[in-house]
């Protein structure tokens, strides 16, 4: 089975309270920096590409993130609740 097709079967209440514990802090460039992130497969160099930003200043934002969060996005056990509370679909 996919995870979309398990957190598809979550209720939208519980997928928005998952989205608003996780994310509370977060603005939406974070959220935007962290889909970027996640779709390029965590890789900083590509990410701050795209948002043509120095990977430094990529770096500084996932840490900044982290310390918001609780949550390092660039650990993997971190990584899965944030990728999942940062999902479009996911948050409606």
Request: hydrophobic residues 40%; glycine residues 4%; contains cysteine.
């Amino acid at each position: 089975m996919k995870l979309a097709f398990l957190l598809q079967s979550l209720d939208g209440a519980v997928r928005r309270r998952y989205c608003q514990d996780i994310c509370h802090l977060l603005t939406d460039s974070d959220i935007h920096l962290l889909q970027v992130y996640y779709q390029q497969d965590l890789s900083i160099q590509e990410t701050a590409r795209i948002l043509c930003i120095h990977k430094n200043t990529q770096q500084y934002r996932l840490k900044r993130i982290a310390g918001k969060t609780g949550l390092d996005p660039r650990v993997f056990c971190d990584a899965v609740p944030l990728y999942i509370a940062t999902l479009p679909w996911f948050r409606k």
